[in-house]
């Protein structure tokens, strides 16, 4: 069973830097598809970043220029680097995994879902 295991939120203030990280444990496919979600109080869940295996990287609207989502296979870890934060970026941050080799875009039904860490972002 894969577990995914969140790391690295905190409170930081707006025009910040904050790099979240999961930890993938298990997780040993060629095919790799990992992203980043968020939900914020009284908001639906939106995806945030993905990267697959063939190293294209898709982002929401709301974060591009300011988010890089990165893979280390090796340690079989995921990241996401998060400069110039805002405010409206404070949520519960989520990490997903599934095994595809069709990892474009956000709308991917992911298998494994991490507990998540919260990142706050003050004005």
């Known amino acids: 069973q894969v577990q995914l295991v969140e790391s690295g939120g905190g409170s930081v203030q707006a025009g910040g830097s904050l790099r979240i990280s999961c930890d993938a444990y298990?997780?040993?496919?060629?095919?790799?598809?990992l992203g980043w979600f968020r939900q914020a109080p009284g908001n639906e869940r939106e995806g945030v970043a993905v990267i697959g295996s063939d190293a294209r990287t898709s982002y929401a609207d709301s974060v591009k220029g300011r988010f890089t989502i990165s893979w280390d296979n090796a340690k079989k870890s995921l990241y996401l680097q998060m400069n110039s934060l805002k405010p409206e970026d404070t949520a519960m941050y989520y990490c997903a995994a599934t095994m595809t080799t069709r990892c474009y875009g956000l709308n991917i039904p992911f298998s494994w879902w991490g507990q998540g860490t919260q990142v706050t972002v003050s004005s």
């Open positions: 298990r997780y040993t496919y060629s095919w790799y598809c």
